[in-house]
């Protein structure tokens, strides 16, 4: 009986408020009771076509956010290694190192931009980082200045990684090699490129297109790397030269026409030739002349401003007595307080980056 009062009240309540009783065996102790009660036995259509509507719904919601999630996915996973590819190029251009400027990257050691995102980590026949000798012909003059591949420049494994995050393939399967799927395009003449533009195509891999198929850039004539963002013109930059005493006279030599000072500025640039020539070829000359006037009693400086333009990297720098005939160097020599003999002077190295806007040369004469 203890059963019965228990559950009496929720199958009244049921047959009070919905007009049936449960079916099965909680409802057959009332049958007596109650009569003749209305048994439900199962979902009405309507019922059935809520239910199944509400389930629609919520499986097409479920099935549009996986598929847009790995969309996304993936157009993030293309901005990430469009981005590596540009810092593999020419690093981080920001970034010092005890507060001087620190240069990495490809354009930093070979001295130009490469011809295709292979190059970025495979050497192949590109020349190998070695010390290169930077000297005048004809002079004796000696110094090392180093340059070369030093990758890989992407850190990463497998050929997977190289592609956009769409897995995009070229239809040429010799840029496909190169490439990896990418559109690579290159201003100027090879080896001397001013610019890279490099752009996925998107999800259909296709020119244009809207949401996940537009291009990344969407601007095709979009710059990854400019030509002012990997070399510097030196017009804007002041060159400070210091001697560290007073110079008693002009620099003349009296056997030769050595007639005035020049600053030469030497910095590695891989011609294209895949060799480490030892000599002047590979070394970018931005030559300036001056003269000073001779001070017995402090030490002379001077400031000048050189117009050529040099790739951010390593630099050196020498002090030569010249004949003011670029054309004509065999009576050059290392400026030493004289220009009559070559002097070993070791070149005075600095780095270069694209916020530089000043160098002291301090010239230590014996």
């Known amino acids: 009986m203890l059963k ?3 559950s009496l009240p929720l199958h009244h309540i049921a047959q009070q408020r919905y007009g049936f009783l449960p079916c099965g065996h909680l409802a057959k102790p009332f049958a007596g009771y109650l009569g003749q009660a209305k048994c439900q036995q199962g979902f009405s259509l309507l019922e059935l076509l809520v239910v199944i509507s509400l389930l629609g719904i919520v499986g097409l919601t479920a099935t549009t956010y996986i598929i847009d999630t790995g969309e996304i996915k993936r157009q993030d996973e293309t901005t990430q290694r469009w981005d590596a590819i540009r ?3 020419i690093g981080e251009p920001n970034l010092s190192l005890n507060g001087s400027p620190y240069v990495s990257g490809y354009v930093a050691d070979m001295g130009r931009l490469p011809s295709n995102i292979q190059e970025l980590f495979v050497q192949g026949s590109q020349p190998a980082w070695t010390e290169i000798n930077l000297y005048t012909a004809g002079t004796g003059y000696s110094a090392a200045l180093g340059g070369g591949w030093r990758g890989p420049y992407l850190y990463t494994a497998g050929s997977r990684f190289y592609r956009d995050g769409w897995n995009n393939e070229d239809g040429n399967a010799a840029n496909d090699t190169i490439n990896f799927g990418w559109n690579v395009t290159l201003t100027g003449t090879a080896p001397d490129y001013t610019d890279i533009a490099i752009q996925s195509l998107g999800d259909d891999n296709l020119t244009g ?3 996940f198929n537009e291009d990344f850039p969407s601007n095709a004539a979009q710059n990854m790397v400019s030509y002012n963002e990997w070399t510097l013109s030196t017009a804007p ?6 001697f560290n005493k007073a110079v008693t006279s002009i620099p003349l030599d009296t056997s030769s026409s050595l007639q005035s ?3 030469r500025i030497y910095r590695y640039v891989d011609d294209g030739g895949n060799t480490a020539d030892i000599n002047d070829v590979d070394i970018t000359s931005a030559d300036s002349t001056f003269t000073l006037t001779p001070n017995a009693t402090s030490a002379p ?5 050189p117009t050529a333009n040099l790739p951010v990297g390593r630099v050196a720098a020498v002090i030569w007595c010249t004949n003011n005939t670029p054309t004509v160097t065999t009576d050059d020599a290392i400026y030493d ?3 009559d003999t070559t002097y070993q002077h070791a070149p005075v190295y600095f780095t270069l980056n694209h916020n530089t806007s ?3 040369i301090t010239w230590n004469l014996p």
Do not use: H, V
Not at 237 to 242: A, E, G, L, R, Y
Not at 301 to 305: D, G, S
């Open 209 to 211: 297109g809207i949401e």
């Open 358 to 360: 000043q160098i002291t």
């Open 4 to 6: 019965f009062y228990l």
């Open 337 to 339: 307080g004289d220009c």
């Open 261 to 263: 000072f020049e600053l």
């Open 301 to 305: 400086t001077q400031t000048l401003t």
């Open 87 to 89: 810092k593999a190029i």
């Open 237 to 242: 930059i002041t060159f400070n030269i210091n």
